[in-house]
């Protein structure tokens, strides 16, 4: 059902605090969203091991990426993504495989009210997985980037100001950023020319539901990962305050070595 050009979304935007649990603990069920933070280099030495959780397709588009750390960070996301759902749904790693809905993004057909999301930047990526459609976003924080030129194609005059005033400008440049692109991944709609009108600054807004495909309500939190990494996720219409992400735990690289 189309939604009436009336029809009203409400974007909730928030700052949180992030701890990290303990690795290798069983993962924890004490929140329905949850955010995994993934050092590449930790598993560098591990990818041929967990290329053998991939599917011929998979390990066909592994192969695809021209830059061997590319390869390796694809094969990486991809076989720990699997192994998380397996965990979370008491499933062997092979019984899980992903296909792909009408705007590409793929999903869990064994579970279709399992939602997941992946990003990465540089030597980090996270993994957001909940009951709800979610995005994730993560940035590296780059010194050189020139950001200036691209502020009006992106931001509104409110958020530009915001930019502009603020005691760490590149900072909050790439949080609203991330903000932006987890909406747009959360709804799956991509960035297209409406990107600007997404208003992200910290509080309440309420804009048309055309913007963001229809959702009623989006909540989305950013959060810093290290001084040089940050973050961001958006989840449609459930209730969860997320003042305090605590990144879930992920099994070590001579932990899932020993699994395969």
């Given at each position: 059902?189309?939604a009436s050009d009336n029809s009203k979304c409400i974007i909730f935007s928030k700052t949180s605090e992030t701890f990290d649990s303990q690795i290798d603990e069983e993962i924890s069920v004490d929140s329905d969203i949850k955010l995994f933070k993934i050092e590449l280099s930790k598993?560098?030495?591990?990818?041929?091991?967990?290329?053998?959780?991939?599917?011929?397709?998979?390990?066909?588009?592994?192969?695809?990426?021209?830059?061997?750390?590319?390869?390796?960070?694809?094969?990486?996301?991809?076989?720990?993504?699997?192994?998380?759902?397996?965990?979370?749904?008491?499933?062997?790693?092979?019984?899980?495989?992903?296909?792909?809905?009408?705007?590409?993004?793929?999903?869990?057909?064994?579970?279709?009210?399992?939602?997941?999301?992946?990003?990465?930047?540089?030597?980090?990526?996270?993994?957001?997985?909940?009951?709800?459609?979610?995005?994730?976003?993560?940035?590296?924080?780059?010194?050189?980037?020139?950001?200036?030129?691209?502020?009006?194609?992106?931001?509104?005059?409110?958020?530009?100001?915001?930019?502009?005033?603020?005691?760490?400008?590149?900072?909050?440049?790439?949080?609203?950023?991330?903000?932006?692109?987890?909406?747009?991944?959360?709804?799956?709609?991509?960035?297209?020319?409406?990107?600007?009108?997404?208003?992200?600054?910290?509080?309440?807004?309420?804009?048309?539901?055309?913007?963001?495909?229809?959702?009623?309500?989006?909540?989305?939190?950013?959060?810093?990962?290290?001084?040089?990494?940050?973050?961001?996720?958006?989840?449609?219409?459930?209730?969860?305050?997320?003042?305090?992400?605590?990144?879930?735990?992920?099994?070590?690289?001579?932990?899932?070595?020993?699994?395969?």
């Open positions: 059902m189309t598993y560098y030495g591990v990818v041929e091991v967990l290329l053998k959780t991939l599917t011929p397709l998979e390990v066909e588009r592994a192969h695809r990426y021209h830059q061997l750390k590319d390869f390796k960070r694809f094969v990486i996301c991809r076989s720990i993504l699997k192994i998380i759902i397996a965990q979370l749904k008491g499933l062997k790693v092979s019984q899980v495989y992903f296909e792909k809905n009408d705007n590409h993004k793929p999903y869990f057909p064994s579970d279709k009210s399992l939602f997941f999301n992946v990003s990465h930047a540089g030597e980090y990526a996270l993994i957001a997985i909940g009951p709800c459609e979610l995005g994730v976003d993560i940035e590296y924080i780059n010194p050189q980037f020139e950001y200036e030129e691209i502020l009006p194609t992106v931001f509104s005059t409110e958020e530009i100001n915001f930019i502009n005033d603020s005691e760490d400008e590149r900072h909050d440049f790439y949080k609203l950023w991330t903000r932006k692109e987890a909406i747009v991944k959360a709804t799956g709609q991509g960035i297209d020319d409406d990107f600007f009108k997404i208003p992200v600054k910290d509080g309440s807004h309420t804009v048309s539901a055309s913007l963001v495909n229809n959702f009623n309500k989006i909540n989305v939190y950013s959060f810093n990962i290290t001084t040089s990494y940050i973050g961001s996720i958006a989840f449609k219409g459930v209730d969860v305050d997320l003042k305090q992400i605590v990144f879930q735990p992920i099994s070590s690289a001579e932990k899932l070595e020993s699994l395969f």
